[in-house]
């Protein structure tokens, strides 16, 4: 069965309203090694509150996706060809002489990391060299993983009828469906996908948890809290290879966010036509990325504009260093274009955690990391908002980090939003 999405506005705008609703919230956090908190005035809030509402409603007025098709129910009704708005071209195709098979990204031992020594200094140079790695001995049970990913799998082998009782409306990033997609014309990634909000609480959205398969909640919630102690050492020992406080980004980031998206990949009968994900950048802080072992679909662009297949490692995840860490590192560390691609023959199923900042955080490069010999590369600006600008573009490399650059490194940051590197002036 084939189905064209609809723009449903009442739920597009209440999906809206409810990721708003973290402005509403806590104090402001800025951005430096000790950071100061300063309220928002609640008047300047409601406010906000208010003018992000009307855009909500026009917004989700104008946003038609046309024809979106499951990529499960094509290949279940056995097409040997592709429908034009996932064939992709020139560049954009999979293959061709940009893929390096042979490389491998780091494998670092998380159990070894609070000894520090080696193995710390290879996480430096996994972050540094390539925002990418695997971790072993990470401490999550390998039980816990095989059944988050049985689960998964459960799900979307589900009939249509049932997963789509937990609809991904037409701009919105939370249900099952195609996320990113904003346009009749898009050209569409070969892929479903189930993504939830889990934390804080109030960025959930129940009616969109599966209760099937059973325990699916359950799981998920268990799976989750382990991911987020993962983030969260992890983190800590990333800011010691910047020379920090392994406390640095846990105490900046507040209310931390997660959310968790399950992709599926069927077989396509053209794998050599469609990408599974288009490149992209994550905006997170770091990104936890499960994949099951069936085979290499996930690339990382290198410096020197290869792909780079990530071979899997049984009960291995997969970690990659978001937006957000590139941002405060001042460019010192970087996040890094990622794609997914197909098979013929074999499905693929990954489980994919984001761990991000509060949205009340405001972000901007750590003064550590700015000199003359490193300029002040990105300007500071509400969490929030850049979270806002990612899940409202389409995936396109790194295009969404455009909103943060300072252009002119030799000018200074506009005054109405000074680098963080500079103390604010207050009147």
Request: charged share 25%; hydrophobic share 35%.
């Amino acid at each position: 069965m084939i189905r064209a999405g609809q723009t449903n506005h009442s739920t597009l705008l209440a999906n809206k309203i409810g990721r708003l609703r973290t402005n509403l919230g806590p104090p402001i956090y800025v951005a430096t090694s000790q950071p100061e908190r300063c309220q928002c005035s609640k008047g300047r809030k409601i406010l906000l509150f208010v003018v992000y509402c009307i855009y909500a409603m026009a917004a989700a007025a104008e946003i038609k996706i046309g024809q979106v098709d499951d990529v499960q129910e094509l290949h279940r009704a056995g097409l040997e060809t592709v429908p034009d708005r996932y064939i992709r071209e020139g560049d954009d195709r999979p293959g061709g002489d940009n893929v390096c098979a042979l490389a491998h990204i780091p494998v670092i031992d998380a159990g070894e990391l609070p000894r520090g020594g080696d193995e710390l200094d290879k996480l430096r140079l996994a972050c540094e060299e390539w925002g990418f790695f695997q971790v072993v001995n990470h401490g999550i049970e390998e039980a816990l993983l095989d059944e988050m990913e049985k689960l998964a799998r459960e799900f979307f082998m589900l009939p249509l009828e049932e997963k789509e009782k937990y609809p991904m409306e037409p701009g919105g990033i939370q249900g099952y469906g195609h996320a990113f997609v904003f346009s009749e014309d898009q050209k569409l990634d070969w892929c479903n996908m189930l993504a939830l909000g889990v934390e804080p609480a109030f960025i959930r959205q129940p009616q969109l948890w599966p209760t099937k398969p059973a325990k699916f909640k359950e799981t998920l919630e268990s799976y989750s809290v382990e991911v987020r102690a993962l983030c969260q050492r992890l983190l800590a020992h990333i800011a010691e290879t910047l020379g920090l406080s392994p406390a640095t980004f846990g105490d900046m980031f507040g209310e931390a966010v997660q959310a968790v998206r399950l992709n599926f990949y069927p077989p396509c009968p053209r794998p050599e036509l469609v990408l599974g994900l288009s490149a992209h950048s994550d905006g997170s802080a770091v990104t936890v990325l499960q994949q099951d072992v069936s085979c290499a679909g996930l690339q990382v662009l290198n410096k020197g504009g290869a792909w780079v297949p990530v071979h899997p490692i049984p009960h291995a995840l997969v970690i990659n260093l978001g937006d957000s860490l590139e941002v405060l590192t001042n460019g010192r560390y970087k996040s890094v274009e990622h794609r997914a691609v197909t098979d013929g023959e074999r499905d693929r199923l990954s489980v994919v955690t984001f761990y991000a900042p509060a949205y009340d955080v405001e972000l901007g490069p750590l003064p550590e990391f700015v000199s003359d010999e490193a300029p002040c590369r990105y300007r500071r600006f509400n969490h929030g908002e850049y979270s806002r600008h990612y899940v409202t573009s389409r995936l396109e490399g790194k295009k969404t980090l455009d909103f943060a650059k300072i252009v002119d490194h030799q000018a200074t940051a506009p005054e109405e939003e000074p680098c963080s590197c500079k103390p604010a002036t207050s009147s």
